[in-house]
Structures are given as structure tokens and as C-alpha cells.
């Protein structure tokens, strides 16, 4: 038997981990209310429906190009698309009226209307680029500042519905991609360690929303007695030392755990690959896999841009869409399981052992 | 905010229930408010509670129960003069059930109380950083 000798680990430096695709996107959230006007979820349906004219014809008159809707008239799969979008919250997706979306062309910067509070301005921008982001929502938010007139103490800054959200209303989050710390079970104590230095670490849908896939969104706990700037460095601080302890800890498991890592992603491979029936969840986990084997080169013939394509393709709104019909919820799992068959054909397994 | 029992479905309803001797309102799921919440709990209730008045690590789920710790260091002040916002309405016990204020206004109708939940959710009590052109001022006179 010559195992264990034949599993002699394959060293990988740290260095040629890629930080990139483990922060996978940033997005600067501001909240924004109307002075004289009751907030949304104490509002009724016409009181609402002011704030959207109003919001929506300040955003009309100072960004033409921007796409304005009134989520009124949307049914609910298209509701449920811009949620697996990530450009509405659950929340938002669920007020019974008076619910908004704008977006800017490129999508690089949209507002919720009569979410929580009656706006909240988002800029994103790639990896942990915060800056840019937050430049992005900074000039939506001016914007509309000459034509609205915000809800603002000079003690507690920008006033909103829930108190946690006061001051700056700023809200900084970045996505990470963590299966490297989940795999060396250092996972819990990071996320606890990042709580600590108050963050709020939370699943990729937001407030309330589980982690699937080994994705998680960090984000600033403070907003009130720091600017906008401090809070940016902090954060930023802080995510770029998460991605240097996930680059070791993807380092770590590939030369301590070859035989591991091989197995997690043969197995990967294989359901994806065969499968005929697969659920969102399954799927999920399991493109997690292989994003991690393809951003460290173990996957070959596969990017990481398309896994996370695909990653946006599988949600049942997209499936759906993409079908232009309504699929029942094992139809979705059987046509997930064809379309990832399909896709995953051309990706191959490098040996992580030598 | 999360029902005050099992910690983890969102609270939908309020209920009396002695907890330790003392009649207090909870806050509770649907589930647990059913069910009676057989095995209560009264350590887990008053452990949270403890844990938000630390104010170690604050999130927002926690503010209702903030308030309410505020409170009661301050006096329970009897139902009948329950403190409510003027102009939206809003009593400070359907404040503390969903954590969030009705309007800007209840800034001002319930400062007292608000003044110790800020400082101990954000460590801080003065807003720095960006101001709007011209908002506030006429309705905000914090
Ligand atoms: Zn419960
Ligand atoms: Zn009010």
C-alpha cells in the first residue's frame, strides 16, 4: 500500500493565491429619509406613493439616464429577479405598494425607494474598491440633495428609521469568499473575531439572509460618530486583513490537505457534471468548489468569472427567465442539472497531489 | 427583532408571561407563542437583556430591547402614559416591537429615552461627516 506516501502535497505559495476573487465586490449603501414625511413601514399606502413621486421626479430631473420603476407593476418573478440580483433587499421586495428601484445605465449605482427608510442610495464598484463605490453613491446622493430636503439633526446626522442606521447612514460591505477558512474550521472564530471589531458579517441577500456557498457580506456596525472617510479605512483595514487570512488559509489546506481538497472537488465535479436533478442549495455549495479550485488553478478550463455567472444563472428567478416560463420547483432542480451538465462539460481536475 | 424566547424567528406578537416571578410583556413568534412556550427560559430572556446593556456588541435586532432597559432604569412609566410620537402616532411599545421609528419627529418625542440606546449602539452621540445642503433644521431641533 504505498498511501500515504503518494499524497505528497503539491506546495503552493501564498503568493499565487489571488486576493481578487476572494473579495468579490463592494457596495456603499446610504440611507436617506424626507423631512415631513412618516417613514415608510408606518406609512400608509398613499403616503408612501408621495415619497416615490417625489424621490423619482428629483431622480428624473437630475439623472435622465438613470431607469426608474415603480415595483407596483412588476409581477412577482420580476420582483424576484432583481432580489437574485442583489438590487433590492427582501424587504423592499415585499412592500405591499410604493416600492422603487432606479439604476444607472452601467448599473454601477441604483437607490431602493420606501425600503426601510424612504431611500437608500447603493454604489458598487469591483473587488474591495470602496472608495470608488462610495464616490459613486456620493454624487447620486448630492444629487438629489438640491431637490429633496433630507431628515437631518446636526447631533445625530442623517435620521433614520432604525437607530443603528444614524449619522452618516453609511453602510460599507464587502463580499468575501471564504470556503479556505471554512475548510481549515477557522471559519467561527473569524467571523466572531470580525464581530468583535464590529462588523456585522451577514449571508450575500442582506439583513436577515443565511450564508449559502461560503459567501458572506462584511459591513461596517458604526455610523454614527465616525465620517465617511474613517469609516471606509477602517473597514477596508479590516477586509483586507480577512483576505490575507483566507489566501493562507487556501494555502494552507491545499499543501496540508491535498488528498481533501482533491476529494471536495472530484466530488464537486462529478454531482455537478452528472446530476440530474439539482437543488439551488446543492448547487451553490458545490460551485463554491469549484470557484475555489478554478481561482487557485486546480480547475482548469473554467474561470471564476464564469462560475460566477453561473452562480447568477441557477437562482429560480434566472432559471425561470431564461426558460420564459414558470417551472414548477422540480423542473427548476432538472433544468438547473442540464444547464450546469452543459456548462461544466469543458472543466477538468488538476491533481493536487503529485 | 427576534422572539424573545427562541432567539431566532422573527417576533411577531406580544405576550404576558411571568418570568421570574414578575409579569413581563415578551415579545415572541408566532410558534412560540402558540405553544406557550413550554420550557421558558426566564435565563435566556435575562441573559440577553444583560447582554444589551453592556452594549458590547450591538445589533440592530437588539434596539427594542435597548429601549427597554433604558426604561426601566428611568422608571416603568404605567400604560396610561405611554410616551407617543405627535405626529406619526407611534406608542414606544410598537416602537420597541419592530426596533424602528415611525417618523423624524420621533427623534424629538422620544430623546430621553434614545439619548442612552445611541451611545450605546454607536459609542458616540455626535454625528460627524457629510451634511445635507439644506435639510433638517425646520423640523429637527435636536
Ligand atoms: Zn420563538
Ligand atoms: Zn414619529
Not at chain 1, 477586509?239 to 476529494?263: F, G, T, W, Y
Request: glycine share 8%; hydrophobic share 40%.
Amino acid at each position: 500500500m504505498t498511501w500515504p506516501s503518494n499524497t505528497k502535497p503539491r506546495r503552493l505559495s501564498v503568493r499565487r493565491i489571488p486576493g481578487d476573487d476572494i473579495a468579490m465586490g463592494c457596495r456603499v449603501r446610504l440611507a436617506r429619509n424626507l423631512s415631513r414625511h412618516v417613514f415608510p413601514d408606518r406609512a400608509t399606502g398613499p403616503q408612501r406613493a408621495v415619497v416615490l413621486k417625489k424621490i423619482m421626479g428629483a431622480a428624473q430631473a437630475e439623472m435622465p439616464e438613470f431607469t426608474l420603476s415603480s415595483l407596483d407593476t412588476f409581477s412577482e418573478e420580476e420582483r424576484l429577479l432583481v432580489f437574485e440580483e442583489r438590487l433590492i433587499s427582501k424587504e423592499l421586495m415585499e412592500r405591499e405598494s410604493g416600492a422603487g428601484i432606479m439604476v444607472s445605465k452601467d448599473n454601477a449605482v441604483s437607490a431602493m425607494i420606501n425600503e426601510e427608510d424612504h431611500l437608500r442610495i447603493q454604489g458598487f464598484a469591483a473587488c474591495m474598491d470602496i472608495e470608488t463605490a462610495w464616490r459613486r453613491a456620493d454624487a447620486f446622493d448630492t444629487q438629489l440633495d438640491g431637490r429633496l430636503e433630507y431628515a437631518w439633526s446636526p447631533r445625530w446626522g442623517y435620521l433614520t428609521a432604525c437607530p443603528s442606521n444614524l449619522g452618516t447612514g453609511m453602510r460599507v460591505s464587502v463580499m468575501f469568499h471564504l470556503i479556505g477558512l471554512r475548510m481549515t474550521g477557522d471559519l467561527d472564530a473569524t467571523i466572531r473575531g470580525l464581530e468583535r471589531m464590529r462588523l456585522l458579517v451577514r449571508g450575500i441577500y442582506g439583513e436577515g439572509s443565511e450564508s449559502s456557498g461560503n459567501m458572506f457580506q462584511v459591513s461596517n456596525m458604526d455610523t454614527l460618530g465616525m465620517d465617511e472617510n474613517a469609516i471606509i479605512t477602517r473597514t477596508k483595514r479590516i477586509c483586507e486583513e480577512l483576505v490575507r487570512q483566507e489566501r493562507n488559509a487556501r494555502a494552507r489546506v491545499i499543501s496540508e490537505s491535498p488528498l481533501a481538497v482533491e476529494d471536495a472537488l472530484t466530488r464537486a465535479l462529478c454531482l455537478l457534471k452528472n446530476a440530474l436533478l439539482m437543488p439551488s442549495g446543492e448547487a451553490g455549495e458545490l460551485l463554491s468548489a469549484i470557484r475555489f479550485g478554478a481561482s487557485v488553478g486546480l480547475i482548469t478550463d473554467m474561470t471564476v468569472e464564469e462560475v460566477d455567472r453561473l452562480m447568477m444563472r441557477i437562482q429560480p428567478a434566472h432559471l425561470q427567465n431564461e426558460m420564459a416560463m414558470t417551472l414548477s420547483s422540480e423542473q427548476r432542480d432538472e433544468f438547473r442539472a442540464v444547464l450546469l451538465t452543459a456548462q461544466l462539460a469543458k472543466a477538468n481536475l488538476r491533481k493536487v497531489r503529485r | 427583532m427576534k422572539c424573545e424566547i427562541c432567539q431566532s424567528a422573527d417576533a411577531e406578537k406580544a405576550i404576558r408571561k411571568e418570568v421570574g416571578g414578575k409579569e413581563q410583556e415578551l415579545y415572541v413568534c408566532s410558534r412560540c407563542a402558540r405553544e406557550g412556550y413550554p420550557a421558558i427560559t426566564t435565563k435566556k430572556v435575562l441573559k440577553k437583556k444583560t447582554a444589551a446593556t453592556t452594549g458590547a456588541e450591538v445589533l440592530p435586532e437588539l434596539v427594542g430591547m435597548m429601549i427597554d432597559a433604558a426604561i426601566e432604569i428611568m422608571n416603568h412609566p404605567s400604560p396610561s402614559e405611554e410616551s407617543v410620537c405627535r405626529h406619526c402616532g407611534i406608542t414606544r411599545s410598537e416602537y420597541r416591537k419592530t426596533s424602528r421609528l415611525g417618523c423624524a419627529m420621533c427623534y424629538v418625542a422620544f430623546a430621553k429615552e434614545l439619548d442612552g440606546v445611541v451611545a450605546d449602539m454607536h459609542r458616540h452621540t455626535q454625528h460627524v461627516g457629510k451634511q445635507p445642503r439644506r435639510g433638517g433644521g425646520d423640523d429637527v431641533a435636536l
